[in-house]
Nanobody
Framework: QVQLVESGGGLVQAGGSLRLSCAVS????????MGWFRQAPGKEREFAGS????????YYAESVKGRFTISRDNGKNTVNLQMNNLKPEDTAVYYC???????????????WGQGTQVTVSS
């Protein structure tokens, strides 16, 4: 069983930055494709981005492309989401995700974290 624990959420002003981290336990993280989803109040959970097992490939939703960067450190079993130039519409609960095949939009991953709140004020 894989456990995912997010950290780093909080309150930030528009234009600011935050860095989320996801600690992976129960298995070595390089076994899984990893990613991030987010869910704003009253909306469905949506894909934000993903990274391949060895970190050589990333994929982002159009809404965050150019502002968000996913990275991973398999030696430390962590995955990070660097979020720059944040906008109020980025306000959401952010969830770490892991899948044995691939983290992709519109397909629930094998594992979810518990989520961390990000609030961007205008």
């Amino acid at each position: 069983q894989v456990q995912l624990v997010e950290s780093g959420g909080g309150l930030v002003q528009a234009g600011g930055s935050l860095r989320l981290s996801c600690a992976v336990s129960g298995h070595t993280s390089d076994t899984y494709s990893m990613g991030w989803f987010r869910q704003a109040p009253g909306k469905e959970r949506e894909f934000a981005g993903s990274i391949s097992r060895n970190g050589d490939s990333t994929y982002y939703a159009e809404s965050v492309k150019g502002r968000f960067t996913i990275s991973r450190d398999n030696g430390k079993n962590t995955v990070n989401l660097q979020m720059n130039n944040l906008k109020p519409e980025d306000t959401a609960v952010y969830y770490c995700a892991a899948d044995i095949l691939a983290v992709i939009p519109n397909l629930p991953p094998d594992y979810w974290g518990q989520g961390t709140q990000v609030t961007v004020s205008s």
